[in-house]
């Protein structure tokens, strides 16, 4: 076979072949290239229309979703921005409250009334702020809203529900201001046999 054969029957051969040099000793190793047909440019672009109209869809639902979060967070704030101030002023209540119950005796007097103006303007204030009272005596026993600060036997109310109310407990809408102090019934009393 004469020289110009040998080469046109390499170069057949090595016809879709990809020569990649070697690392190690600089000689070429032949690689088959994969035929890539070209893609319809029409479908292609019609590909990538919906690839960016999928992303352009998730990024305005992920910023709504963002906008809802934000503004029920901003009405949160709002709704408890006075939780601190409101919690600060219920021991001021209770000790006006009991300094009411300390002038009952004289309950014509101007004082005693004026008082009680001043109490219920106060009651007045809180309700329009959201507060409200937590129900106690006779209710069951909550430790979600009660504290338990004793228990006492009770033939009238059953174990597990509140006897007493030690201190008033107050709820700003949803969220707990105070958990009321409260005694807790632990039935009737049962007699010990005397030995």
Do not use: C
Request: charged fraction near 25%; charge should be negative.
């Amino acid at each position: 076979m004469s020289e110009a054969e040998q080469n046109t029957d390499n170069q057949q051969l090595t016809d879709g072949l990809e020569v990649i040099p070697d690392a190690g000793e600089g000689a070429s190793v032949p690689v088959e290239v994969e035929a890539q047909e070209p893609l319809d440019p029409l479908a292609a672009a019609q590909q990538e229309a919906f690839t960016w109209k999928d992303i352009a869809l998730r990024t305005k639902a992920e910023l709504e979703n963002y906008r809802k979060r934000m503004a029920r967070e901003r009405a949160d704030t709002a709704r408890y921005s006075n939780a601190d101030l409101l919690q600060s002023l219920l021991p001021i209540l209770d000790n006006f409250e009991f300094g009411l119950m300390a002038a009952k005796s004289d309950e014509g007097s101007s004082i005693y009334l004026g008082m009680g103006m001043v109490l219920k303007q106060i009651q007045d204030f809180l309700t329009e702020q959201g507060v409200e009272t937590i129900p106690a005596v006779g209710e069951p026993f909550d430790p979600n809203v009660h504290e338990a600060v004793a228990q006492e036997p009770s033939d009238e109310v059953p174990d597990g529900y509140v006897v007493g109310q030690v201190r008033r407990g107050y709820r700003l809408h949803e969220r707990l201001l105070r958990p009321a102090g409260v005694r807790v019934s632990t039935g009737p009393a049962t007699e010990e046999p005397n030995a």
